[in-house]
């Protein structure tokens, strides 16, 4: 497709403001091979003749690019078989997203006879800016295209895509390839991927995603790539509403995108939070290293107050300046004017001209090298002489191509001139601060490497399957409490010592064996949520209260079926978190962790990952927690824990995934941490 | 100020570049009363004469404008005085910002003897677009300004200043006045937002804040104008830490810049989020009128990936599209192309032509009235006709002037021109999909009338005050838990029942008085956080149970200094929220209501507001909290309750602030929620 022999554009037109013209002048005006056109009323475009027939070609046709009415695109396709096509571009719409998965179906399948692959339906095309080929309808009048350079962007969009495109050529930032996927009926997102993965020019992959449905294949592909090249993803349809809008759009089901964008985050992914960051992400990735810069920035800037703006928006993604030593203040307040308060964002002032800026920064670069280098000028005054500006940035960048530096540059006329100057020198220009917030967050993100951590624990399953096994004979689809805390128990997961009993004969041998105070669980096939029932005692202080409170919970539960009662210690009061295990439709097994109890839902502390991630990724996935902070942190009673412990936590119970295929979910909650250990309280599977 | 008989410029400067030149040619073009120029080097400037000294000037000065360093301010000043001058802008830094705090001083004094107002120093000057002066020193050629308009600008930052301007201008929206206040030593704030609460042609304010230094005056003159006039606050240094040494949780979540926001978000002000929403919503309050469009949004795009990104930033301001009913339904899928989908947002495909926007809207507004229509416009193919498309918005407009609609056009130049000619009809267009929910979120702000809820409440300070007198009289800063729960109830809020014992003897008394289980808690002037040194049991079951209880907890705080225990009745577990008041150093008296419990810090779920505040304010800040979604929906064995009953909680502590200067501090954290009444089980008050 990248690099065809030559092409054939099937619906091109000689009609003005057509998407047929439009396409076919864009294939004329960049591919240096033979192109034919085809229309079925014959005529020419730039003079060149349009054959009213495909067969009419006097050639074998390499890649066709197909834009007539849907109906009559599986005939196309028929007629491209026949001249060895291998790859076709279908641009019309009216397929699936139109309700007409019929006629999908019938284009798929006449592909397939003849071997050809299919990009499309219902795409703007594709673009290599090295070939070089623009096979889009978009309109070079009405939307930039970028020059040749090294980022590529995949979009599940097609207009989207062109505004992508739009943006980055706006920016000056170079492109490597872009594909829009549209119903991606045969080539779909993780092929193309794949494929990108080994383009040695396309160094940043830029991605627009609404549709998740190929599931953990894509994230998969995704990670192998996000571990040597740079990935920024933009997620459409991430609200409820949101995808319901995507699934009138795309034609597919996105499902909830908080899953999703969880798995990758940790995973060392970019997830842009907006179509700005998007691709102020993406032009950071073009022009700076990849470097964990969220602790050592020092910003110059000419104007006080978008330095504050600045730090407050850096310090929402968590990102600090450098703090001076008092080494460092001594000779900055030899070299800035006296009448300038000195700190971090360093303030020149408004009348700064570039001298002051060059005075500072090179000082600066003497005493200190920060990891990235914040210039902030908004050219106000008559003072700020622009032209020297631009020289003294080229010599700073000359000098050590090893600075690390962004631009803030806001403004209108004049500024975003000013800006596209500085950026034709390859440098990164933030065009506010959240711009820049991103662009630092972006390029802090770590590329992670590692084993899945459940490789390393030795299965249990030949233990654990009985229970499950019982349960199924039985044909529960849910384990009790107890069960599950017996499975919890295989996996080396503590939890309170315990004593079920079926009726009180059973509870009369418990009488020695637990501590009290205990607490008594109802055990019913019936009953989910035990606490909303009356189904828990808790704080029993002697055998004599544990047997009355036994005989009025059977009383209140009659009329439920029930099995026995769980008899447990009591545990102290503490820090509570969950862990669960399940398996996504789309996603496959994934893991989840956050702060515990019954608000759970409401609190939203929670992160989400996959099941068979490395140890890395489980602890980046606890630290997005709040409670996160607490446990490492400690706070009043509560000591600090080692945050390992609780990855370990996560692990065993991916592994209790991946042992049974049996288990749909399984969540503790809650997860009591104490000083020495971590004690599951709560317990639940549910079997498939 | 703004309207002056003549104006004098000291320190103008015919050389290049300099800041004294800027000003004195943009007063020259753009006043059209007389203008003396002072340089002490003499001199002229485009023909006209600069006098050397102020005495030379042959006419009394109304207003000044001073660019001289800053040590030679107050003699100007001095000079300034005999002319009788009624004004003086003082330009020059050098003063409080660099350590220099006696210069200001004594430039203050100066002016004072003289009865001359200073705005300054360290500031940019400000701008009347309809006297019209423009009497700052910003560079024409770099940064635009705004044409006559109704919006006025004022910034504790003046360079931050010049690039609002700048944006106003890009995006064609008009100024009023601005005015960059500098440090401030004289006219502050408070006094230039009530100088402009009167200027009918200040439509819409746009405020720049960094320091709240004013206080509860700043605050009030805010409010009183968002009544009636529209006003969007921009933050600076929201980040910066707090420095309260707080004794209750609740303190320690206060910033003053939480604090801030806050109190002014819950009085109907907008809090932009950043810059660009800064600008975008103020371009939105000068192109439409204010109402609540939060549930009332229809979207009409040719982008259908922009309409899915539109739709997630709305959902995340809790804005909402409108759902069609089933006969908008079917007559929009008549109106509407076969092969597209029908639903909100309205995806007209890429390459829809102006015909097919026409079409789709005309009809859509004859079977519905939404209150505000969005249009995506990116002009991607040949198809788009733009210059059509521009008639058509402008004749839609004008067929009904009461259709509220904001256009969405984001991209390179071609789609940055577009919108230009779409602003110049008039109409507010957002640059990305941010901007435009933030737009219709300011928008959709309420302005509050009503008067303070406390003054509703009768005054019983008569009976409380002698809890505070007997602590003060013991030389303590702190009411135990029980005076603190007397306090209450005169305020008739709900605590446990309860019973203060020094001795054994006096828990005997209790004896009948309580029903079982009870809990015990110590009352030491020396413990603060009782449940962290074990001062706290709970789940008490009879007498024998608490005498043991009781000896055992003397014997392990045997060190501290022991007033008794309180002994209170068990409530059953609910949900906890929390309600604090205290006394902040700037703003005075404020409330404060979150989600309960020890982890208050951590879950950050809390809401700041005035003591003062009218209901609907309280009812605001209530809604604005998480756990307030719990409360008013219900959730599992929770049932809803009225959140009026929450709000009265808040009255009676903001009272309760009221009445007693004496008290710095009052919390109740839990205040326990049951079905039928609200329950303080723990409070606390912390003494002046």
């Not at 033979?34 to 005529?43: A, E, F, M, T």
């Not at 009448?339 to 090179?362: C, H, Q, W």
């Amino acid at each position: 497709m990248f690099n065809p022999v030559n092409i054939a554009i099937i619906g091109a037109s000689s009609r003005e403001g057509s998407l047929g013209r439009g396409l076919a002048e864009n294939v004329l005006e960049s591919f240096r091979g033979r192109v034919y056109l085809v229309n079925k009323r014959g005529g020419e475009l730039h003079g060149l003749k349009m054959y009213r027939e495909i067969s009419e070609i006097p050639d074998q046709i390499d890649l066709a690019l197909i834009i007539v009415p849907a109906e009559s695109v599986p005939e196309t396709i028929e007629q491209l078989g026949e001249k060895k096509t291998k790859i076709a571009v279908v641009y019309s719409g009216g397929f699936r997203e139109a309700g007409r998965k019929d006629l999908e179906e019938r284009l798929i399948d006449t592909a397939k006879r003849y071997g050809i692959r299919i990009l499309g339906p219902n795409c703007v095309g594709f673009i290599d800016s090295w070939t070089p080929i623009n096979a889009t309808f978009i309109s070079r009048e009405r939307q930039g295209i970028p020059e040749k350079g090294f980022i590529s962007i995949i979009s599940q969009s097609g207009a989207l895509g062109s505004l992508f495109l739009d943006l980055l050529s706006y920016r000056r930032i170079g492109l490597r390839r872009f594909v829009s996927i549209g119903n991606a009926s045969d080539i779909d997102l993780s092929e193309i991927l794949e494929y990108l993965s080994h383009d040695p020019y396309t160094r940043v992959l830029g991605i627009y995603i609404e549709n998740i449905g190929e599931g953990r294949r894509l994230i998969d592909i995704i990670r192998m790539i996000s571990k040597y090249k740079s990935v920024v993803i933009l997620r459409g349809g991430r609200s409820v509403r949101g995808s319901r809008a995507a699934q009138s759009h795309v034609g597919a089901l996105a499902s909830p995108g908080k899953l999703f964008d969880d798995i990758l985050r940790f995973s060392g992914v970019y997830i842009a939070d907006s179509l700005r960051s998007f691709i102020a992400s993406l032009e950071a990735y073009e022009r700076l290293d990849r470097s964990d810069y969220k602790k050592d920035v020092v910003i110059v800037t000419n104007t006080g107050g978008l330095g504050v703006l600045t730090v407050d928006s850096l310090e929402d993604k968590m990102i600090s300046l450098k703090e001076f030593d008092e080494i460092e203040m001594k000779i900055l307040r030899e070299i800035i004017p006296s009448y300038m308060a000195v700190g971090n964002p360093i303030d020149l002032s408004g009348d700064a001209p570039t001298k002051r800026f060059k005075d500072v920064i090179e000082n600066l670069l003497n005493i200190t090298r920060p990891r990235l280098l914040v210039i902030i000028n908004q050219p106000q005054t008559y003072a700020m002489d622009t032209e020297n500006f631009i020289s003294f940035i080229n010599e700073l960048r000359n000098k050590d191509p090893n600075t690390n530096m962004i631009l803030l540059i806001s403004g209108g006329e004049f500024a975003i001139e000013f800006a596209r100057k500085i950026r034709r020198l390859g440098i990164a220009v933030a065009e506010d601060p959240e711009e820049l917030s991103s662009m630092i967050q972006a390029l802090s993100m770590t590329p992670i490497h590692g084993e899945p951590m459940i490789s390393r624990l030795e299965n249990r399953r030949e233990k654990g399957i009985k229970i499950i096994e019982k349960a199924l004979k039985e044909g529960r689809h849910i384990l009790y409490e107890h069960e599950t805390k017996e499975l919890l128990n295989i996996y080396d997961i503590d939890t309170p010592k315990r004593f079920f009993a079926k009726d009180l004969k059973d509870i009369e041998k418990s009488k020695d064996l637990l501590r009290y105070p205990v607490v008594i669980k109802i055990v019913s096939p019936e009953i989910i949520h035990k606490s909303d029932v009356g189904g828990i005692v808790l704080n029993i202080r002697n055998y004599e209260e544990l047997l009355e409170s036994y005989r009025r919970m059977l009383d209140k539960l009659g009329k439920y079926r029930i099995e026995g009662v769980l008899i447990e210690e009591m545990i102290e009061e503490s820090l509570d978190v969950f862990v669960a295990g399940m398996r996504d439709k789309i996603l496959g097994p994934v893991i989840s962790f956050g702060s515990g109890g019954i608000l759970v839902e409401f609190i939203k502390d929670v992160a989400f990952g996959l099941h068979d991630y490395s140890e890395k990724e489980f602890e980046y996935m606890i630290r997005s927690t709040k409670i996160s902070e607490i446990l490492s942190k400690g706070y009043r009673k509560y000591r600090p824990i080692d945050i390992s412990k609780i990855v370990s936590v996560l692990a065993k119970i991916s592994k209790i995934l991946e042992d049974y295929p049996e288990i749909k979910e399984i969540e503790i909650n809650p997860l009591r941490i104490l000083d020495e250990k971590m004690i599951a309280l709560d317990a639940r599977a549910i079997l498939n």
